[in-house]
């Protein structure tokens, strides 16, 4: 990432008018270190070459003191204005990188990780703050006030300014050659960084069957490794910082002195006056300053640069085209997956699946694990696009439209979802369900059996689940989840094994459920591993994976 890259500027529109701000403070503050330059060298100079009191120094003072707090409340505004832009251009920044993944679809994320998506999206752009906070603001100070103060010297003193200008690029270049030194530390530490997010992520997942078999403390050492890893890379940044750092406040102090000396010698032959010479010295050290803090602020933003490429990655990959139609109305319209296959390496997974959803019919999947029963479904649900054959939805009087033209979010407003793991939104039990009325409410409930999840919770309809459905056993948030889909009023209802992980009772309440659906005329595609559920469905299809097909 270049120092300022104008993709940046692109995706996190907040970052604009902060780059902006801090320009124009940046304009500012090279005013205010050369107005306090020449008061504080014409009161020095004055006192100790004229004589002056301090009643005759009165004014300069006083502008002195106001020069000096307007510098401190531009700074106070720039780091104050840093802070509040950051938060918002890596909120919009990690807003981005999540929609954009969801446009990309699961097939992408299932090939970079979901984890490291998570980690990136998380605490890899949190890394971000101190580039806005501390290096992007030092940037463009030396943007301003390297050159403006440098064009002051050139005025005053040009033996000064010379010296100057011959030791300044020795900043920048130690900086280079410090950036190639620890070129990929950063990517290195992020990477670190997902791996261990992912190993906890996948930890905690699977936690419940680690423990059923004594096995909860065999990943600790993996994420001890990792946690390992990750902190030395850090503290190997760490130590570069440090020695990078020190090297630059020994080249410009080294510069500096260079200066001082030459002011020395020629005030003693008197070939500069003594006002001249202090401006000179105070201003040479502010030369410096934003190219010191630069440097030493690279470390503290590399982290944030990093994961900021990987965003743009994100960002830049080229999401499939998106429809325009308003999807039609499912309650009449027929779906039809004509010879459909999505590619999985060299075979197609599912391949040749036909399958027809009539307005009111009851589907089921059948097959063996890894056919491709998941992938039809998010071929229905739009989720993913099919390599080949293609999904048609059509309506009564209408030609019929494909899926991938239709607008999604009009279709997927007349769909109801129940995945093998359902996902509860935070918030009461009657929240998540939701219903036109208490009566639909408790009729939906008595039928799945969550009136007696309700009647054993400790505040019934009222009692708060966390996130996910924290607070309730799986089984528990099943049953909620087939409330909510017998309560919404989609037209298409799409359940994956919705008994995977029910008793027999709980599988007899999806039988009901399923049931209850049918005779209100909604469309059910099931995927079902239990006969007892294939048997419900008005047409049960097998899907095969196929054979090897040509890239």
């Known amino acids: 990432m270049r120092p300022l890259d104008p993709r940046l500027l692109r995706h996190a529109r907040s970052a604009r008018g902060y780059v902006g701000l801090t320009a124009a403070l940046g304009i500012l503050t090279a005013a205010l270190v050369v107005a306090q330059a020449l008061l504080l060298a014409r009161a020095l100079g004055r006192a100790v070459h004229d004589g002056a009191t301090l009643d005759t120094l009165a004014p300069l003072v006083g502008w002195l003191a106001v020069v000096v707090l307007a510098r401190a409340v531009v700074t106070s505004a720039q780091e104050r204005w840093a802070h509040r832009s950051a938060t918002r251009a890596v909120g919009e920044l990690r807003e981005a990188v999540v929609a954009r993944t969801v446009a990309l679809g699961p097939r992408r994320l299932a090939a970079t990780g979901g984890a490291a998506t998570v980690t990136l999206a998380t605490r890899g752009l949190d890394a971000l703050e101190p580039y806005f906070v501390r290096y992007l603001p030092q940037l463009l100070l030396a943007a301003t006030v390297t050159p403006g103060t440098l064009l002051v010297v050139l005025g005053l003193d040009w033996v000064s300014a010379a010296i100057l200008v011959g030791t300044l690029p020795l900043v920048p270049l130690f900086m280079v050659l410090v950036g190639r030194l620890t070129e990929g530390r950063s990517e290195a530490g992020l990477a670190t960084m997902q791996r261990l997010g992912a190993q906890v992520l996948d930890l905690l997942a699977g936690l419940p069957t680690l423990r059923a078999f004594g096995r909860e403390r065999g990943p600790a050492a993996r994420v001890h490794a990792l946690g390992d890893a990750h902190r030395r890379a850090t503290m190997g940044t760490l130590r570069i910082a440090f020695l990078s750092g020190m090297v630059l406040e020994l080249l410009t102090t080294l510069a500096v002195a260079l200066v001082a000396v030459a002011i020395g010698l020629r005030l003693v032959d008197g070939d500069l006056d003594l006002v001249t010479g202090l ?135 007349q769909v109801t979802w129940l995945p093998q793991r359902p996902v509860l939104e935070p918030g009461t039990i009657a929240d998540v369900v939701g219903g036109a009325s208490d009566q639909d409410r408790d009729a939906a409930a008595t039928l799945t059996g969550l009136d007696a999840v309700v009647a054993a919770a400790p505040d019934g309809w009222r009692t708060e689940l966390g996130r996910g459905g924290a607070g309730l056993s799986l089984g528990q948030r099943q049953r909620v989840a087939l409330t909510r889909a017998l309560l919404s009023d989609a037209p298409l209802v799409v359940l994956d094994e919705p008994t995977a992980h029910l008793d027999a009772a709980g599988e007899q309440v999806v039988l009901d459920a399923v049931r209850r659906l049918r005779e209100d005329g909604r469309t059910v595609l099931l995927v079902a591993h239990r006969a007892s559920l294939a048997a419900c469905a008005d047409t049960v299809v097998t899907v095969r994976t196929g054979a090897a097909v040509p890239a």
């Open 279 to 413: 401006a000179v010295l105070v201003l040479a050290p502010e030369v410096f300053w934003p190219l010191r803090q630069v440097g030493a602020q690279f470390h503290a933003a590399a982290d944030g640069v990093a994961a900021a490429e990987q965003a743009f990655a994100v960002l830049d990959a080229p999401a499939p085209p998106t429809g325009s139609l308003p999807a039609p109305d499912l309650a009449t319209t027929t779906v039809h997956l004509r010879e459909v296959g999505v590619r999985t390496g060299d075979a197609l997974t599912p391949a040749g699946l036909d399958v027809t959803l009539a307005p009111g019919s009851v589907v089921a999947l059948v097959g063996p694990s890894g056919a491709g029963k998941s992938t039809a479904v998010e071929l229905v649900l739009g989720l993913l696009r099919p390599d080949a054959g293609t999904v048609v939805l059509d309506s009564p009087g209408a030609p019929p439209v494909p899926l991938g033209d239709v607008d999604l979010p009009s279709y997927w407003r």
